[in-house]
């Protein structure tokens, strides 16, 4: 028997990219943590990668859901998550006085669940 792939369009590959590219940016900023680049410019590094996912993440936000799933993707709560890690460092970079303020917790927990249509009542 042959298996039937799925046509590239109701593939939904976004979660796993996104995990995977967040996984590098915590694994590359690692690595790099021992050489002789500036603190600076490894953050600035870090900047520039966030507005890759963002990319990623606006253009998987884009494309249709999977009706029949159960779940989908919350891509404007992962968006937030992005918004507010870019903030953060980029007032680490520049602060605007002495001492940081408290960050503030990322909200995670990414997944929708999707609640059925309400049932139409029958008319008496």
Do not use: N, W
């Amino acid at each position: 028997m042959s298996k039937r792939l799925l046509p590239p369009a109701d593939r939904h590959p976004a979660p796993g990219l996104i995990l995977t590219l967040l996984l590098g940016l915590h694994v590359s900023g690692h690595a790099c943590a021992d050489d002789a680049t500036p603190e600076h410019a490894r953050l600035a590094a870090a900047l520039r990668q966030l507005d890759s996912i963002e990319r990623l993440v606006a253009q998987q936000a884009a494309q249709p859901h999977d009706e029949r799933a159960r779940y989908h993707f919350d891509y404007a709560r992962l968006s937030a998550d992005l918004e507010g890690m870019r903030a953060g460092i980029r007032d680490y970079l520049s602060p605007s006085r002495a001492q940081p303020r408290d960050p503030a917790v990322l909200l995670g927990d990414y997944r929708q669940s999707v609640t059925p249509p309400p049932e139409p009542e029958a008319a008496p």
